[in-house]
């Protein structure tokens, strides 16, 4: 199996750049998190819908939310290659923290992936 680069690029060698198993899935929850939805043209409702929050007030109920909006995006579009654990987002001043701890379907070892958000 070929785990592609993320993002998409040619390699030194000419071809298209290859990268870890473990690069490979934390490329394949950022694509989730970070694609806009309707930015797909032929997948209009791919992606987490966390853009829609951006100018939301970083509070409790903001990570609330980011936490389920991230999970169910998750499952829905890579229940094939990981399972969820958990995912945990925590808004603190002006930064939001998501944490997703997943198992790559082929592995046994639980991962987490952290990504932050500046207000």
Known sequence: MTNFG???RIGPDGRTASATREAHVRGLIEQVLFTR???RAMRPDFGAGVHELVFAENAPELAAA???MVQSALQRWLSDA???KE???RANAERLEVAVRYRALDEAQPRVVT???QA
């Open 37 to 39: 939805q309707g930015e």
């Open 115 to 117: 990504v932050t958000r």
């Open 87 to 89: 995912v945990a987002a």
């Open 6 to 8: 993320f993002p998409y």
């Open 66 to 68: 980011v936490q389920h």
């Open 82 to 84: 990981i399972e969820v």
